[in-house]
């Protein structure tokens, strides 16, 4: 863990977990991530913005201590998960003057998590400022990124926006600032794909709320500092619009090699046309990088052999991510090969894609029986065609016309 000053004033505390493995018993973490909480101190008050996650509180209590500070006024929860809140009860004791600043919904998050006393609470609503003195707080409710209680806090004076989830990463590295924008960029896409995905709608509204600040940093919770804004501004502001890529992708399975060759055959057509496509196969996959691959993508093509009257649970799985994570997905379809009784498949994951059945135009699946033959490829052929027409079609709000 390591404290290292933003602006005099300002100092950053992060505690970096090289080692997490899973957020959740959930969402694989292959870089790691860190919990990142921010001492603010101005000429009157000191704030804490967020805290860590508890298995570290000893540590965070340690690096606190050797900042010199010697008063905590305000403890800000930004958002109630405990990876930032779950030490406000150990830096209570040590400060017993401080108050937790955040928000109606966010203080009931915490009540009922953790034992801070009602009397401890400072609420604030969406737009109240709390002095610090020669500087300010500003909180701004930004509910549903990714929970229904999150906000972010705004220091005026130093142009800083604290973001806690909202725009950031899980990458564990040693810099304090995003200086690898490109490594930055894959793990805050990561990000944004399996948490803040499903939300898209609630951060096209954030975006523009927040658009009239001006602001020099963000300093999110999770990953590095972003010294350039615009960097990752821009990029939440492409992957949460409407307006898909012509990029298609195929969760596959294939138990016998048949479906495997329906897979490669669509995959070169597809790359033939133009288009651009990632296969996966989802027998021990990566979800992660599906939910990556999915931010952008117009089309599904999900390949499936048939298993015990439907698809295989691989691909139910894949089918149930899509339908949770939202995508801005317009194009969907189904191929595969089956024993016997395969029409079910393409019955079933249209099923499990309820959440998205508005937005989503199903294209004529292809189910073959056996070894697919030149029947099949016809088929497949006409398939990567309305493919790369309804990928043409595409207006500039992503709706086929
Ligand atoms: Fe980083 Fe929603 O907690």
Redesign the pocket.
């Known amino acids: 863990m390591i404290a290292r000053e933003i602006k005099p004033g300002i100092v950053s505390m992060s505690t970096i977990d090289w080692d997490r493995k899973l957020?959740d018993q959930l969402v694989p973490l292959p870089e790691g991530t860190t919990?990142n909480s921010y001492l603010v101190k101005g000429s009157e008050k000191t704030a804490l913005i967020d805290t860590t996650y508890p298995p570290f509180t000893a540590e965070y209590l340690e690096i606190l201590k050797e900042t010199g500070v010697s008063k905590v006024d305000y403890i800000v929860a930004n958002?109630g998960?405990?990876?930032?809140s779950g030490s406000i009860p150990a830096v209570l004791k040590l400060f017993p003057e401080a108050k937790v600043v955040t928000n109606a919904r966010c203080k009931g998050l915490i009540a009922d998590a953790l034992p801070v006393a009602d009397d401890k609470f400072l609420e604030v609503k969406d737009g109240e400022t709390l002095s610090l003195g020669d500087r300010s707080l500003q909180f701004f409710l930004t509910p549903w990124v990714?929970?229904p209680d999150?906000m972010v806090t705004y220091l005026a004076e130093d142009r800083v926006l604290f973001t806690?989830?909202f725009l950031?990463s899980h990458l564990a590295c040693s810099e304090l600032y995003a200086g690898d924008e490109a490594r930055v960029e894959a793990a805050a896409k990561r990000y944004y794909a399996e948490?803040m995905m499903p939300f898209r709608s609630f951060i096209q509204k954030h975006l523009e709320t927040l658009a009239p600040l001006k602001i020099d940093v963000i300093a999110p919770?999770?990953g590095p500092v972003y010294s350039r804004p615009e960097f990752i501004l821009d990029l939440y502001r492409r992957w949460a619009s409407d307006q898909p890529l012509k990029e298609v992708v195929i969760p596959y399975v294939s138990m016998y090699g048949n479906t495997l060759r329906m897979v490669d055959y669509m995959t070169d057509k597809l790359m033939d046309m133009g288009l651009f496509v990632t296969p996966f196969n989802m027998v021990g996959a990566d979800t992660g990088k599906l939910a990556n691959a999915l931010v952008d993508a117009s089309t599904v093509v999900f390949a499936s052999p048939a298993v015990l009257a439907g698809p295989h649970p691989d691909i139910v799985s894949a089918a149930y991510l899509m339908n949770a994570l939202r995508p801005k997905t317009r194009f969907v379809s189904v191929i595969g090969s089956y024993g016997w009784g395969g029409g079910i498949v393409s019955k079933k994951i249209i099923e499990l894609l309820t959440g998205l059945k508005t937005q989503l135009q199903f294209l004529e699946p292809v189910l073959v029986k056996g070894l697919p033959g030149e029947e099949a490829f016809k088929a497949l052929d006409s398939l990567a065609k309305d493919i790369y027409t309804a990928n043409q079609a595409m207006d500039k709000t992503g709706v086929a016309e």
């Open positions: 957020f919990y958002h998960e405990q990876d930032h990714h929970w999150t806690c989830d950031g948490i919770g999770h």
